[in-house]
């Protein structure tokens, strides 16, 4: 059984007119963000949502935890939680936590490390006393990896560099013993050297049964650490499947287009670089027919007239592997 189920997720942004637009009467329009997006998420598996900027990785994140309003079903463990009320999804709001992207914004800097991963407690009455928070504050610490803790629970922000800042973070996310943890970009504001460290923690602790949704950019970090990826391109998801399968055989043309640029380990191993011409469409336009035809190397005619859904590719090892193209 699924921890997370997503069904036919759908989120718009209305355009404002203005005074001017109002007199004239323009016809409203919308930011198509998400449209139909569809996925599950088991326990102790990590699913990475690849694409490049403004694909709606991060709204999509933000829906399913009800941050933005947004259409469609949003299942956790069986219960649809898209539409109940803010004092019913609060106990919730425990079971599933998110990191931000910049551990520079994400921290407030009057907190000092004590105080940021105690507030969550705080906030949801865990704890009896303060001794009891500082306790459960120093376990949280040590499982991130800031040992002692006693040496960085009296630091503030700015005496923290980047991936210690963004382990306080994790550690603010985890002190509530979450069951499902958002990543947003969780280490593109981190130098090279730090990226492993977080990634790796991360990684054992979906190995001890928590369930990640990773946001990122970058496949060859998917590759290394995610079960299974999807990958986005103007508010849908193009191609989905087991993370091997994903990168050493991709099906969709965007897919092929993102894997071409990926730096290989092997000097030796070259493939031919696919530059994606022109620009995104305007997500409030939205081409009609297949919404990548405008930039795909190999575009047909029928491209251009139907909008296909994902299907099991014919050249994929297994039926989880689907690709959005008609000519997969």
Known sequence: MSLLEVRDLVVRYPVHRGIVGAIRR?????????EGVSFQLGRGEMLALVGESGCGKTTTAQAILRLVDAEGQIMLDERDISTISAGQLRPLRRRVQIIYQDPYES?????????????????HGIGGSRDERRAIVKSAL?????????LFMDRYPHELSGGQRQRVAIAAALVLEPELLVADEPVSMLDVSVRAGVLSL????????????????????????????????LGRIVEEGPAKEIVQNPQHPYTKALMSVVPKADPLKRTRRVILQGET??????????RFHPRCPVVQDRCRAEDPELHPAAAGATDLHRAACLFT
Do not use: W
Not at 107 to 123: K, M, N, S, T, Y
Not at 142 to 150: A, F, I, K, N, Y
């Open 26 to 34: 323009r016809p409203k329009q919308e930011i198509h963000a998400v």
């Open 107 to 123: 921290l407030d800097p009057r907190f000092r490390v004590q105080g940021a991963v105690e507030e969550p407690l705080v906030i």
């Open 281 to 290: 469409p305007n997500p409030i336009n939205v081409p009609a027919g297949c």
């Open 202 to 233: 991360l990684d054992d602790l979906r190995k001890s049964g928590l369930a990640i949704l990773m946001i990122t950019h970058d496949l060859s970090t998917a590759a290394h650490f995610a079960d299974r990826i999807a990958v986005m391109y």
């Open 142 to 150: 040590e499982r991130v990896g800031l040992t002692p803790p006693d």
